[in-house]
C-alpha cells in the first residue's frame, strides 16, 4: 500500500469522526435539562453537564439562595457555616478541590483537647477513665458485630448501648444515687449524645447496619480555613449563567406522564417549565412530606416506600457571639456535664440536657458554637434568641460556677428540621427501612420512559455508601450527569454502524481509484 494512500485514509476517517462528535455536541446543545435544586448535588450535576458539552440547562432553587444545606453567613472576616462544616475523609473529589484552593486547616476531633465542666462537684478521675474504657471501645464492637454474617439489622445501637451499659453497672455495683452513679449516668448521656450528633439520629431507631455500610472515607474530618464552604460553593458557580439559576422557584408538581419530556410546575410561579430530563436533589425530609402529591404519575412503590422508610434526623447548630471570651483560651471543646445536685438549681432544667458540646473558633476568638442533639433543636426551635441566650447563660453560670458569665451578644442558627424545604439534617438507615427491605439505591435509581432516563435522582440520600455527607451529595451529582452523557453516547453509537459502512464504502472506493492512476509513486 502506498504510503500516501494510508494518509488519505486515515484523514478522511479522523474528518468523519470529528463530524459525529461535533454532531453529538449539537445534540447536547439541544437537550434540556432541569435541576431541582440547588445544593452541593445540583451545583456539581450542573458543572459536570458543562463539562460534557450539555448547555441547555436550569437550576430550579426553591428559596432565595444557593447552597441547600451548606450555608454559610458573613461574620466580621469569615463566613459562619450554619449547616455543613466539615469534609469527611481524604480519598475524594471535596477534599482534592478544598486542598488545591489551600482552604484545609487540619483535623477535627469533637473530644480533642476537651474540658469537662460540671458545676459545684468535682470531677472524679477515676469515675471518668471507668466509663471512657468501656464506653470508646463499644462503636468497633457494634461494626464488627454489624458485619456478621448472622448480625440482626433491626437491632439499633441505642438497643445494644442498654445492654451493655447494665453489665457495666451491673460489675460497678454502684448506688445510682451516690455522687459516682450520678456522674456515670451523665457520661452515658453525654456519649449517646455524640453518638447523635455523628449519625442526626436518634439512636433507639439507628440501624447498626449504618456502622457496616458507612466506610470508605476514613476516620478524619477536615476542617477548612475562616471561608469554607462558602470558597466551595463560589467554584461552583463560575460556569454557572445567571439565566441558568431560578432561586424562589418551588417546585410543588412534576409531570412525567408525557413521551415528550417532563413538565415541572411551582409554588409561586404561575408558569411551568418542559424539560427532556429533571434531575431531582430534594432532600429525604422534604420528599416524604411532598413526594405524594409532587409526581404524576405517583414514584414508583419501592422508590416511595424507600422515601417512606429511610430515616432523617436533625442536629443543630448554635452560634453564640460574646464581646470577649469567657473560656479559657486553649480550649477547643468543653462540655457542660449536668449532674444532680452539683449546682444550685435543682432538679436539672430540662433545658441543660439540650446542649453539651461547645467547640470554639480559631479564626474568631469570641464565637462559640454549640451542638444540639436529641430533642433539642425540636424544642430550642419555638425558643426566641432571649430566651434562648438566657437559658444558655443560665447553664454556663451553673456548670462553670461562675455567676459573672455574660449573655451573648448575638446568636446564628439555622432550624433544619423545621424548614419544610429540608425536614432535617441528613439522612440514616432506620429499623423501618431495613425491615422493608429498601435501600439508598432504590432512592437513587432513574426513572425510564420508553428507555429515555427522564427523571434522574441526586443528593446525599441517594449514595449508598457515603450518604450524610457532601462528599456523598457531590458524588451524585456527578453520578446523574455522567448517566445522561452516557445516555447520548449510546444513542449516538447505535446510530453509527450504518454511517460507518457508508464511510468505508467511500474511503475503498478512493483508495481504488488512485492506486490505479497513471500518477501514483512508485
Known amino acids: 500500500m502506498r504510503w500516501w494512500s494510508v494518509g488519505i485514509a486515515a484523514v478522511l476517517l479522523a474528518f468523519a469522526n470529528c463530524n459525529r462528535d461535533e454532531k453529538l455536541v449539537r445534540q447536547h446543545e439541544n437537550v434540556r435539562i432541569g435541576i431541582i435544586g440547588g445544593g452541593i448535588a445540583g451545583l456539581v450535576a450542573a458543572n459536570r453537564l458543562i463539562e460534557y458539552g450539555f448547555t441547555n440547562i436550569t437550576i430550579l432553587e426553591a428559596s432565595n439562595r444557593l447552597g441547600g ?29 478544598a486542598h ?112 457496616a455500610k458507612w466506610t470508605g472515607l476514613g476516620k478524619k474530618v477536615y476542617t477548612m480555613d475562616r471561608y469554607g464552604y462558602k470558597s466551595i460553593l463560589d467554584h461552583l458557580k463560575e460556569p454557572l449563567s445567571a439565566s441558568s439559576i431560578n432561586l424562589n422557584h418551588r417546585a410543588t408538581f412534576i409531570d412525567y406522564r408525557s413521551n415528550a419530556g417532563v413538565k415541572v410546575s411551582f409554588l409561586t410561579v404561575d408558569h411551568y417549565h418542559f424539560y427532556d430530563h429533571l434531575i431531582v436533589t430534594m432532600p429525604l425530609g422534604h420528599l416524604k412530606k411532598f413526594a405524594y402529591h409532587n409526581f404524576r404519575p405517583p414514584l414508583p412503590v419501592r ?23 469567657f473560656w479559657e ?41 454549640g451542638w444540639l442533639t436529641g430533642d433539642g433543636p425540636a424544642r430550642t426551635s419555638t425558643m426566641s434568641d432571649e430566651d434562648l441566650k438566657t437559658a444558655v447563660t443560665a447553664l454556663f453560670r451553673r456548670q462553670f460556677n461562675n455567676d459573672s458569665i455574660p449573655m451573648p451578644t448575638q446568636i446564628y442558627r439555622a432550624n433544619w428540621a ?12 432506620s429499623v423501618a427501612s431495613v425491615e422493608a427491605n429498601v435501600t439508598f439505591k432504590d432512592l437513587a435509581r432513574p426513572i425510564f420512559i420508553r428507555g429515555v432516563p427522564r427523571l ?52 475503498i472506493v478512493i483508495y481504488s481509484a488512485v492506486t490505479n492512476s497513471n500518477f501514483a509513486v512508485q
Not at 450527569?481 to 454511517?499: D, F, I
Open 69 to 97: 444545606r451548606i450555608y454559610p453567613v458573613p461574620f466580621e472576616s469569615g463566613y459562619l457555616q450554619l449547616g455543613a462544616e466539615f469534609i469527611n475523609g481524604k480519598r475524594n473529589s471535596l477534599h482534592d478541590l
Open 329 to 369: 483560651n486553649s480550649t477547643s471543646t468543653f462540655v457542660t456535664l449536668s449532674v444532680e445536685n452539683c449546682s444550685s438549681t435543682a432538679p436539672m432544667p430540662e433545658s441543660d440536657r439540650y446542649f453539651q458540646f461547645f467547640q470554639t473558633y480559631r479564626w474568631n476568638k469570641k464565637v462559640l458554637l
Open 100 to 211: 488545591k484552593m489551600d482552604l484545609l486547616q487540619g483535623t477535627f476531633e469533637l473530644f480533642d483537647n476537651i474540658r469537662y465542666k460540671t458545676g459545684k462537684c468535682q470531677t472524679l478521675d477515676s469515675v471518668f477513665d471507668s466509663y471512657f474504657s468501656f464506653a470508646w471501645p463499644l462503636q468497633e464492637k457494634y461494626r464488627v458485630e454489624a458485619n456478621g454474617y448472622f448480625s440482626n439489622a433491626s437491632r439499633t445501637v441505642g438497643e445494644l448501648y442498654e445492654h451493655d451499659f447494665q453489665l457495666y453497672l451491673e460489675g460497678l455495683n454502684a448506688d445510682p444515687r451516690s455522687r459516682r452513679g450520678q456522674i456515670i449516668e451523665a457520661l452515658s448521656r453525654l456519649y449517646r449524645a455524640k453518638f447523635e450528633r455523628e449519625w442526626s439520629a436518634n439512636w433507639t431507631d439507628l440501624s447498626i447496619k449504618n456502622l
Open 456 to 507: 434522574l435522582f441526586a443528593g446525599e440520600a441517594t449514595h449508598d455508601t457515603f450518604y450524610q455527607t457532601t462528599v456523598g451529595a457531590w458524588l451524585s451529582g456527578r453520578r446523574e450527569a455522567t448517566r445522561l452523557l452516557k445516555y447520548y453516547r449510546k444513542q449516538s453509537h447505535n446510530g453509527a454502524p450504518r454511517v460507518l459502512q457508508m464511510q468505508w464504502v467511500f474511503l
Open 303 to 325: 422508590k416511595q416506600a424507600a422515601i417512606d422508610k429511610l430515616g432523617v434526623g436533625s442536629i443543630g447548630k448554635v452560634f453564640f457571639v460574646y464581646k470577649q471570651p
Open 418 to 429: 423545621a424548614d419544610v424545604l429540608y425536614g432535617g439534617s441528613y439522612s440514616y438507615i
